[in-house]
Each structure stands twice: as C-alpha cells, then as structure tokens.
C-alpha cells in the first residue's frame, strides 16, 4: 500500500497516448490505417469453405484493430470527460469519432459475412474451445444479433448517421448538462457549485438544506427542461426508427435486452418483481420518519441520515479505509484495486466542467481500468470510491480474456462493485458497537438499496411508458405528468412529493446517453444481495467461487455464469429473495433500540 498520502487529482492518460499533438495523432491513424487495409485485403478470401486457421487468424487481426480503434476512442472520451468545455477535448473526441466512424465502415464487411453463413457453415469454422475459447465465444456472440442486422452499405449509412446525428446531440446533451451551476445558501454564505457538490448536501442531516439543494437542482433544470425534453423526443425517435423499424427488434427494452444478452422474460420479471416490491421501500420511508420525528417524510429527506453529523472523510482515510476492506476479503483484490492509484488511473478532484458522477472505464486487457469520481470529502463518497474500484476489479479479474470478450454484460457488470460496497457496509458495522451508529450504517445501506434497485426499476418502467408516448405524440407537460404518476406509484403515500420533482426525469444522463441502462444496477444489487448472503453463509468457502465468476468477464453467456452459481434468473423466486434480504435488514432495524 502506499506509505505516502493520498490526494484528490485528475489522471494520467499517457497509458493510452503520450499526448494529443498532431505528430502522435498521424502517427497512431496510419498505424490503424495500414492495420485496416491489411484487413480489408482479406475480403476475397471469405468462404465457407475457407480454412478455419484463417479466420481465426482473421480474428487475431481484429482484434489488433479493436485495440487500437478503443485507444484513440477511449483516449477523446476520457479527455473530455474531464474537460467538458475543453474545446481541443472536444476537438479530439469529434475527431476521432469521424476516424473511427469510418474505420467502422470499413470492417463491417467481416461481421456481416460471418452473420451470413448458415448455422451449419458457422459451425464448421468455429475455432476450438480449447486453443481459442475467447474468439470462438465472441463469434458465437456476434450471430445471436443476425436477426436485426442490415445489409453493409445500410450499416454503413446507420453508423454515418449516427456519428453526424444522435452521438453529436447526446454530446451536445452532456456539454449542456455539465455546465450547469448551481447556487447554494451554507451558514450564510451563498456559494456557487457543480451537481456532485450540490447533491452532497442532499445528505444533510438539516432538513432546510435539503429542501434547499433539491429546490436549486430542478429551479435549474426546470429552466432547462423544455430544450432537455426536446432532445429526449429526438433521442426516442432516432432509438425506434432504427431499432424497431429498420432492425426489427419488437420493442425499444428488447434493444437494450438483446445487447445485454438477457431475455426478455427475465426482464419483465425482474420489473414486475420489483414493482410489487414497493410496499418493502414504502414501509421504511414511513419508519424512516418516525425515526426522524416527522409524521411524514418528503421526497427531499428520503436519504436524510438519522444521526446528526455533517461528519467529512479525508480522500487519504478513505482510499485507504476501502484497500483495507478489500485487503480483508481477499489480498490480491486489494492489490488489484491499489494499481488504480498505482498508476494514476483516477480523476477523484471536484471541478468545473469535469463531467458529475462516477464511472470505470476499462480499455485494454493490459491496461489498468481508469476511474472518474468526485469527491466531496462526504461519508457516501466512501462507497462510491468501492464502487467504482470493485468495477475496476472486475475488468483486472477478467484480464487474461482478450479485449473482445473481457467485458461482462451489463446486467453482470454490477457485481464486484455492488459487492465491494456490501463489504464496505459489514466492515464499518463490525467496527461499530454503538447501537445508534450501527442504526445509521444499516439505515445508509438500505437507502443505497432503494437508490439502487427501486430507484433504478421505476426509472425503467418510466422510459417504457415514455418511449410510447412520444411515438403517440404526447407533450413534454404529458411526460413530466407521467412521471409523477411514476413517483407517485413508487412511494404510495409513504412521501409527500413537491411539484418540482416532474423535472426530476430530464437530469438523468442515463435514459439519454443509453436508453433503458438502469435495470442492471436493479439487476446487480439483487444478484449481489443473494451472493452476500452465501457469502456470509460459507465464508471462504464462496471466495473461489465469487472470484471465478468476475474471471469469466465477458467469456460465456450470462445465462451459464449464473447457472454455474446456481442462479436462474427467469425465476421470480430468485428476484424475491434480494428483497427477503432488504426485508430482513429493515426489520433488523425495527429491533434497534436507541
């Protein structure tokens, strides 16, 4: 562990280039040039009578060019993401999406050919399992979307569109979103800040600040609303005209659910389950405000802490509070985790123009994970940072895989960083003997739970009914009603809602940048609460276990990395049991005793 301290910074990006000069950039797009038409120079070569040896080595090339094309890629976007109104970050981004476009282009034709072969012919050249288990997966993987794929010319123009239409306005989206300033009254002192740093005040233990930062966060896209709703209509029809009627996907979820390589049942069931869940959530908001001493909560103290602490964390106590945690569970975790800042692999400081939220960006197999966080020295800030870091984890985990198959699916995606945050909540509980304290800590886990799973469902089952209503022609006034009937479905009458929350659905990056994303993190939290509970069962024992299923990445199926673990997640009964659990810590709860 490092014997120095640790402190808030942005990252080093000279992993993926030494620096953004025209002489590095000519460089790398020839290299990438050279590599492309090597490639295309195979074409004629194509048949299904070709030798399996070469299309595996066909593969190979690809996958050379796949690393290359996410470097200058990953480089544009991280680069702005750190600099949103950086115009030479903006600059390098639209730049290499309109390279990158076109170097798409140009490969399409070896998806499209493979997506051709019959099943027989397919099945002749795949590779063997045990020589190459990752390439013959991912060509497997490649043909389960056949059936929505269109000719290569029409792909062409798809991806040109795209590149031209919908990316630059969901860029346009997040310049215009992470601008935003905010003004906030602390002791007297008016002080102007960014989203992150407003909405840590959401936690205030005072409820006129609370009150206050919700007010502030929709007075301001309030403002906004009209233009943000606008783009979202915009966003919705581009997402149906190409998936739905020019692919054929039979709804705008099932895009989502085929990528994510989740049947649709299981998703419906996971969303009925939750929906009928609410009650669960609704009976501790209406504890939560006896605890508090109000006879009813408002939509602005749902994550209001029962202690009365405006406690602040050091970045250097919490990285190391989490390195230890995971040093507890398993060593070489923590070592994993520790070469994020190792090799100055996160942006953690607060700034201007630096994009909100939190997220792991894995580039490479044999590239360190890249984190973006902001941290505002506040207790949740703790969890986030395990989070994120448990993301980073996962991809080391999957590291021997190659960069075509070591990202897990989305839904899958959640596991090591909801987990990491699960050990995070039992190492401080642990530690703490003071029946008061330990309220807080499981009160703060089960307000993350809700964040999580319900929060998350609700914000799926709104696009659902959203994506609809635009295609019937409803105006943004319809939308913002149909939210609030969303929110009023989601709390019952556990939570008095003010009228300002109907904006609440505009400042979701989420169902702009990838439409019905959110039921993973649903999906994740679920599938970790039934994991944590084994692994509070077994103990080592589930260690190996655990570990191989974050190995798997994105190397099999999602289906057969849950049916390795005894997990069928078609079944509702799985699903309930993740609120058994949240069931049973609210309860626990119940029986504390100040």
């Given at each position: 562990?490092?014997?120095?301290?640790?402190?808030?910074?942005?990252?080093?990006?000279?992993?993926?280039?030494?620096?953004?000069?025209?002489?590095?950039?000519?460089?790398?797009?020839?290299?990438?040039?050279?590599?492309?038409?090597?490639?295309?120079?195979?074409?004629?070569?194509?048949?299904?009578?070709?030798?399996?040896?070469?299309?595996?080595?066909?593969?190979?090339?690809?996958?050379?060019?796949?690393?290359?094309?996410?470097?200058?890629?990953?480089?544009?976007?991280?680069?702005?993401?750190?600099?949103?109104?950086?115009?030479?970050?903006?600059?390098?981004?639209?730049?290499?999406?309109?390279?990158?476009?076109?170097?798409?282009?140009?490969?399409?034709?070896?998806?499209?050919?493979?997506?051709?072969?019959?099943?027989?012919?397919?099945?002749?050249?795949?590779?063997?399992?045990?020589?190459?288990?990752?390439?013959?997966?991912?060509?497997?993987?490649?043909?389960?979307?056949?059936?929505?794929?269109?000719?290569?010319?029409?792909?062409?123009?798809?991806?040109?569109?795209?590149?031209?239409?919908?990316?630059?306005?969901?860029?346009?989206?997040?310049?215009?979103?992470?601008?935003?300033?905010?003004?906030?009254?602390?002791?007297?002192?008016?002080?102007?800040?960014?989203?992150?740093?407003?909405?840590?005040y959401a936690h205030s233990p005072r409820p006129e600040l609370r009150e206050a930062v919700y007010q502030e966060l929709y007075r301001v896209?309030?403002?906004?609303?009209?233009?943000?709703?606008?783009?979202?209509?915009?966003?919705?029809?581009?997402?149906?005209?190409?998936?739905?009627?020019?692919?054929?996907?039979?709804?705008?979820?099932?895009?989502?659910?085929?990528?994510?390589?989740?049947?649709?049942?299981?998703?419906?069931?996971?969303?009925?389950?939750?929906?009928?869940?609410?009650?669960?959530?609704?009976?501790?908001?209406?504890?939560?405000?006896?605890?508090?001493?109000?006879?009813?909560?408002?939509?602005?103290?749902?994550?209001?802490?029962?202690?009365?602490?405006?406690?602040?964390?050091?970045?250097?106590?919490?990285?190391?509070?989490?390195?230890?945690?995971?040093?507890?569970?398993?060593?070489?975790?923590?070592?994993?985790?520790?070469?994020?800042?190792?090799?100055?692999?996160?942006?953690?400081?607060?700034?201007?123009?630096?994009?909100?939220?939190?997220?792991?960006?894995?580039?490479?197999?044999?590239?360190?994970?890249?984190?973006?966080?902001?941290?505002?020295?506040?207790?949740?800030?703790?969890?986030?940072?395990?989070?994120?870091?448990?993301?980073?984890?996962?991809?080391?985990?999957?590291?021997?895989?190659?960069?075509?198959?070591?990202?897990?699916?989305?839904?899958?995606?959640?596991?090591?960083?909801?987990?990491a945050e699960m050990l995070l909540t039992d190492r401080l509980l642990e530690q703490e003997k003071d029946p008061l304290v330990r309220r807080?800590?499981?009160?703060?886990?089960?307000?993350?739970?809700?964040?999580?799973?319900?929060?998350?469902?609700?914000?799926?089952?709104?696009?659902?009914?959203?994506?609809?209503?635009?295609?019937?022609?409803k105006t943004a006034d319809d939308l913002y009603t149909l939210y609030m009937a969303n929110l009023e479905e989601q709390f019952g009458d556990?939570?008095?809602?003010?009228?300002?929350?109907?904006?609440?659905?505009?400042?979701?990056?989420?169902?702009?940048?990838?439409?019905?994303?959110?039921?993973?993190?649903?999906?994740?939290?679920?599938?970790?609460?039934?994991?944590?509970?084994?692994?509070?069962?077994?103990?080592?024992?589930?260690?190996?276990?655990?570990?191989?299923?974050?190995?798997?990445?994105?190397?099999?199926?999602?289906?057969?990395?849950?049916?390795?673990?005894?997990?069928?997640?078609?079944?509702?009964?799985?699903?309930?049991?993740?609120?058994?659990?949240?069931?049973?810590?609210?309860?626990?709860?119940?029986?504390?005793?100040?």
């Amino acid at each position: 562990m490092n014997n120095g301290r640790y402190e808030p910074a942005g990252w080093d990006l000279s992993d993926l280039l030494p620096d953004a000069s025209e002489t590095v950039i000519r460089e790398r797009t020839e290299k990438l040039e050279r590599s492309v038409a090597t490639f295309e120079a195979q074409r004629p070569q194509l048949s299904p009578e070709m030798d399996p040896a070469l299309l595996v080595e066909l593969v190979r090339q690809y996958e050379s060019l796949v690393e290359q094309v996410y470097v200058l890629g990953s480089y544009g976007s991280l680069w702005f993401s750190a600099d949103t109104q950086s115009t030479a970050a903006l600059s390098f981004r639209n730049r290499m999406q309109q390279t990158l476009t076109g170097i798409q282009n140009r490969l399409l034709f070896f998806d499209l050919w493979w997506k051709g072969l019959d099943d027989d012919e397919a099945a002749a050249l795949l590779p063997s399992a045990e020589q190459y288990a990752d390439y013959r997966h991912h060509l497997a993987d490649l043909r389960r979307t056949k059936p929505y794929t269109l000719d290569e010319k029409s792909e062409q123009i798809v991806n040109i569109k795209d590149a031209n239409g919908m990316d630059a306005l969901m860029t346009l989206y997040e310049m215009l979103t992470s601008r935003l300033e905010f003004t906030l009254e602390i002791d007297g002192e008016k002080q102007t800040l960014t989203r992150d740093a407003l909405m840590s005040y959401a936690h205030s233990p005072r409820p006129e600040l609370r009150e206050a930062v919700y007010q502030e966060l929709y007075r301001v896209y309030g403002a906004e609303a009209n233009v943000l709703a606008q783009v979202y209509a915009n966003r919705v029809r581009d997402w149906h005209a190409e998936q739905v009627e020019l692919r054929g996907h039979t709804s705008p979820i099932t895009v989502r659910n085929v990528a994510n390589d989740i049947p649709d049942d299981a998703v419906d069931t996971l969303l009925e389950v939750c929906r009928r869940n609410a009650d669960v959530f609704q009976r501790y908001f209406r504890l939560k405000a006896g605890w508090l001493g109000v006879d009813k909560l408002r939509r602005y103290d749902i994550y209001a802490p029962l202690a009365e602490s405006d406690r602040e964390v050091e970045y250097d106590g919490a990285v190391r509070m989490v390195l230890e945690t995971f040093a507890d569970f398993d060593p070489a975790v923590a070592e994993q985790a520790a070469r994020v800042f190792e090799h100055n692999h996160i942006d953690s400081e607060v700034r201007k123009g630096k994009r909100g939220g939190a997220f792991c960006a894995t580039v490479l197999p044999s590239q360190t994970p890249w984190v973006l966080m902001n941290f505002t020295g506040k207790v949740r800030d703790v969890a986030t940072l395990a989070h994120e870091l448990g993301h980073a984890i996962h991809s080391m985990m999957a590291e021997d895989h190659s960069v075509l198959t070591q990202h897990a699916a989305l839904p899958l995606a959640e596991t090591a960083s909801v987990f990491a945050e699960m050990l995070l909540t039992d190492r401080l509980l642990e530690q703490e003997k003071d029946p008061l304290v330990r309220r807080e800590l499981l009160a703060t886990a089960v307000d993350d739970m809700y964040a999580t799973v319900m929060r998350q469902a609700f914000f799926v089952l709104f696009e659902r009914d959203a994506h609809q209503a635009i295609l019937d022609n409803k105006t943004a006034d319809d939308l913002y009603t149909l939210y609030m009937a969303n929110l009023e479905e989601q709390f019952g009458d556990s939570v008095a809602l003010a009228d300002e929350f109907r904006y609440e659905w505009v400042s979701i990056p989420h169902i702009y940048l990838t439409p019905f994303y959110c039921y993973a993190y649903s999906f994740g939290q679920l599938l970790v609460l039934a994991l944590y509970r084994r692994y509070q069962q077994e103990g080592d024992a589930f260690k190996p276990g655990y570990l191989r299923l974050l190995a798997h990445g994105g190397s099999a199926r999602p289906a057969d990395i849950l049916q390795e673990a005894g997990i069928d997640m078609s079944d509702p009964a799985f699903w309930q049991g993740g609120f058994d659990v949240i069931r049973d810590m609210i309860e626990q709860l119940e029986a504390i005793r100040a």
